[in-house]
C-alpha cells in the first residue's frame, strides 16, 4: 500500500496540464497522509482541472461512524470490487507528487524509505475519487522496490495522463499497457512515521 507522500508546489507542476486550478496553492507538504486534503487532476469537458480532495473514499453504503476509509484500491481487482467497479469506469483522477515512503518490515522493527523517480521527474499516480474523496492505485512492487515492500502505486508518464482520464477508454487497460517509469529510494528518518512532523528534512538520505 502507499499511506504516506510528497508534493511541493503543485500548481507550478501541472501548469501546461491543466487550464483551471481551485483553490491550491503552491504549499510544501512533505508528509502528505490520509483524510488530509489533497491536490488531484481532473478532467471535465473544457479541460484539466487542478483542485483539492480528502485521501480516502468512504462509499455510500457505509456506515461513516465506523468505516474507515479506503486510501489504495489494488489494480488486480479494480473492475471487480463494489467499492470501485464504477469509479475506474466513470471518475478517474491522477494526484500528483515529488515521491513517497513505504516501509521495510524487519522483524518487530519498521524502517522508512522515500521513493523518486529516477530521472527526478514529477510523480504522477494513478486515482479514482468519489465525491470530494480519492484513492491511488496499487500494483505488486516491480523488483527492485520488493527489496523495501511488495505493493507500490501505479505511476504513470506525463504524456499518458490523458489517455487515462479519457473515460472513453478502459482505464485499468491504460495502465496495464503504461510504460512504467524506474524508481529510486533511500533510506530516512523515522520522524515521518508520525503525520505531524512535516518538513524538507523527513527526504534526507540517512
Not at 512533505?30 to 491536490?39: D, E, F, I, R, V
Amino acid at each position: 500500500m502507499c499511506g504516506r507522500y510528497v508534493i511541493i508546489n503543485s500548481v507550478n507542476k501541472t501548469s501546461n496540464i491543466v487550464k483551471k486550478v481551485i483553490n491550491v496553492d503552491n504549499s510544501e507538504n512533505y508528509n502528505a497522509h490520509p483524510q488530509q486534503n489533497l491536490p488531484i487532476i481532473k478532467k471535465y469537458i473544457n479541460g484539466n482541472t487542478l483542485e483539492i480532495h480528502k485521501w480516502g473514499i468512504v462509499p455510500s453504503w457505509a456506515k461513516k461512524k465506523e468505516f474507515r476509509p479506503l486510501i489504495n484500491a489494488r489494480i488486480e481487482t479494480i473492475n471487480e470490487k463494489i467499492s470501485f467497479k464504477k469509479l475506474i469506469k466513470t471518475n478517474r483522477c491522477i494526484v500528483v507528487a515529488d515521491g513517497f515512503y513505504e516501509w521495510k518490515r524487519e522483524g518487530n522493527t519498521k524502517t522508512p524509505y522515500y521513493f523518486f523517480r529516477n530521472d527526478k521527474k514529477t510523480i504522477f499516480f494513478a486515482g479514482i475519487y468519489s465525491n470530494n474523496e480519492f484513492c491511488l492505485i496499487t500494483e505488486n512492487a516491480s523488483p527492485k522496490v520488493y527489496e523495501i515492500h511488495d505493493r507500490q502505486p501505479v505511476i504513470i508518464n506525463k504524456s499518458d495522463i490523458n489517455l487515462y482520464l479519457n473515460t472513453g477508454n478502459d482505464g485499468s487497460k491504460e495502465l496495464e499497457n503504461r510504460n512504467k517509469p524506474l524508481l529510486e529510494f533511500y533510506k530516512v528518518s523515522k520522524e515521518v512515521n508520525k503525520p505531524a512532523n512535516n518538513h524538507s528534512s523527513l527526504t534526507q538520505k540517512i
